[in-house]
């Protein structure tokens, strides 16, 4: 054979993927593929070989997974709008999400299923990218995506693509996790900055002409929880104030444990142009939401210990005690200004509006 | 009734200037703030410059507000 | 923030707190007349931080709080006409008329879109070329220069599916009106800081000398509030009535020349009707003649059916300072953020909101 036949060959090859490419870029989610067809084989194939796992590839009805001990379940959908934005996208979201919600119990998250739902006219090349995206983020925080489902709906049936994912995790002897479990005397920490995500999707909106480089803190937690119930299993109740932000999340907490609750305004971090932005629409940084960022009810005792690990942390190295748990005003948050008044923080009522008067 | 924040301004081009609040950038009308310049700070509101700060006036304030009797 | 940090100090704070609990002799009545301010008294928990002798009563200053029920029905009408989009500041949205309210007919299908500022409600008669945009313009002196300027740039660009609701107010009115009917001692007025940015300090001097009520024009950091509420105190003692400033940083006795100037090029005043207060003399502004193929209300002629306060709603004596919100039947029991009732409720510096929030 002809050795330059190969070189030829070699140079042919990205070519013709670029041919390849190209026409991928033209190609659009069709009824066809939730026909359960021909297409909609391909569909779930480009899936299944990304998230290669054993589970999976049986390509059998259920996953079927083996376990030993207390399990934590969860599941969340994911419709947030623009899919792509500063800081992450709804792949990173969903996976990022319900891995976090299984780590807020104290859970190792294990496995998660993902379905979508996805408009007519959809772009493959952007559904590859979404997957991609899950992918990484189900790699990085360690999770198998064991089993799957997508449908297809006529076009304005949904808004580009929604996703659901739903996680199980195994949780340690001797952890009781629970917004019902904190205690009086409890001090309360929180991971890192505030609002970061909910102003990240507001700025890329672009409803409003301004310009930020906030981005969105969607990040994995079960790292940082792992390394807080190594130092100490003693935590009381944990979790990511993600819609209704941190004012909502703790008032969560007083109501279901039945406490109060104080925390000192100054103590919470927000990045400068999250504030920027906040002062500029009238809008409460408390209320916004995170992806990426958890608050912890801890002994006092263990306190400075779960600190310093959470310091260590890449996802908690802003990591600040911001509050205790109190026995007065039961069922109540109460904030301590930065002029050293006093208010009552309830949880987020409706939606926040910009506000110019 | 009437939120207004401060910002610097960046840049100017005729009746428009690039203003930062605490990092955000936006575009602000100033032509109600006829003799601003580039650095000074103004207040914004609803997109549009209102007024002038007095960087002056506002350390004089803080000395008002320090004082004790 | 550079002039927002330096005046939220703690140590400073309490230090004004300390000047104003030596004047524990007065019991005195301040009003803020700015919905501004009531969010910060509140957001600050300022209350608290001040002795029993003095009270604090939220004035007429929301705009959303004091549009007419009528005004609001028509607004609503003028969404319901598909070939409209009504531009809006986010407030306006939620506040329910006798019927429906713009969120409803959102929900119905109205096109119905949250500004920040008058420019993107442009952009978006801009980009809409064959339907007409109409722009909810509420809001006191602070607001009116600029809905003026941007009327202005509307008809130089020769943009022909632009139209403004104009529903504008005027502060000093309104103030006099509540001294007038004497329904509640006023012993001081914190003035607002940025309505006072337009029209100066001047405009406020026939209140000290007339009625005799000393005011403080104050900015909107929590130090400034404070200050104000000293300055306040300091007046009544020494039996002054005067007009002073604390907020001189940014507000000057003749005000903005400029801005006065947009106003008056565009607007006129006139009797208007306000939620709480009724109709006050001379203390609206509407589009000259000039500018009324730019108005809503002559352009889509809105049309309303009778419309209906709820007739339970305590807005109106909760306005003028007369009722706090928890003397009002509806308040937190059917009347809540979720579920507003009244204007007073909707707004974020409603003073309803902000007791439901913050109290």
Known sequence: MDP?????????????????????NEKKILLAHGSGGKLTHQLIKSFVKKFRNLPLAKLDDSAVLKFKGKLAFTTDSYVVDPIYFPGGDIGKLAVNGTVNDLAMVGARPLYLSAAAIIEEGFSLVELERIIDSMNRAARAAGVKIVTGDTKVVEKGGADKIFINTSGIGLIDSGVDISSKNARIGDRIILSGTIGDHGIAILSAREKFDFQTKVKSDSQPLNGIVWEILKVSKKVHALRDPTRGGLATSL???????????????EKIPVEEEVKG?????GFDPLYIANEGKLVAFVPQKDCAKILNVMRKNRYGKDAQII?????????RVVVKTNVGGERVLDMLTGEQLPRIC | MCLAIPAKILKIEDNLALVDMAGVKRQADIRMVSNARVGEYVLIHAGFAIEKIGEKEAEETLQLLREII | MKFVDEFRDRAIAERIVKKIERFDSLKVNLMEVCGTHTMVIFKQGLKGMLPKNVNLLSGPGCPVCVTSQEDIDKTIELAKD??????????MVRVPGTN?????????????????????ALRIARENPARRVVFLAIGFETTSPLIAASLLDVQKEKIDNFYIFSSHKLIPPAMEALLESKEVRIDGFICPGHVSVT???????????????????GGFEPLDVLQSIYMLLKQIKEKRTEVEIEYFRAVHPEGNRIAQELIDEVF?????????????????LRLKRKFSDFDAEKEFRPKTKKSKENPDCACGEVLRGVKKPTQCKLYRKICTPEEPYGPCMVSSEGTCAAYYKYG
């Open chain 1, 323 to 331: 509050g205790t748990v109190v026995s007065r005003h039961k069922g």
């Open chain 3, 82 to 91: 598909e070939n409209v989009i009504i531009a809006t500041f986010g407030d």
């Open chain 1, 4 to 24: 330059a036949w190969f070189l030829l060959k070699a140079h042919v090859q990205p070519i013709t993927n670029m041919v390849k490419k190209f026409k991928d």
């Open chain 1, 277 to 281: 932005v906040c002062e500029m629409l």
């Open chain 1, 251 to 265: 008032n969560e907490i007083a109501e279901q444990s039945g406490v109060g609750i104080e925390i000192e305004q």
């Open chain 3, 100 to 120: 429906s309210s713009l969120e409803k007919e959102r929900g119905n299908g109205a096109d119905v879109r949250i500004i920040y500022s008058p420019s993107e």
């Open chain 3, 199 to 217: 029209i100066g300090s001047n405009a406020y001097k026939f209140i000290a000398q007339k009625y005799n009520v000393p005011c403080v024009i």
């Open chain 3, 268 to 284: 006129e005043v006139s009797d208007v009707m306000w939620r709480g207060l009724g109709t006050i003399p001379k203390s609206g």
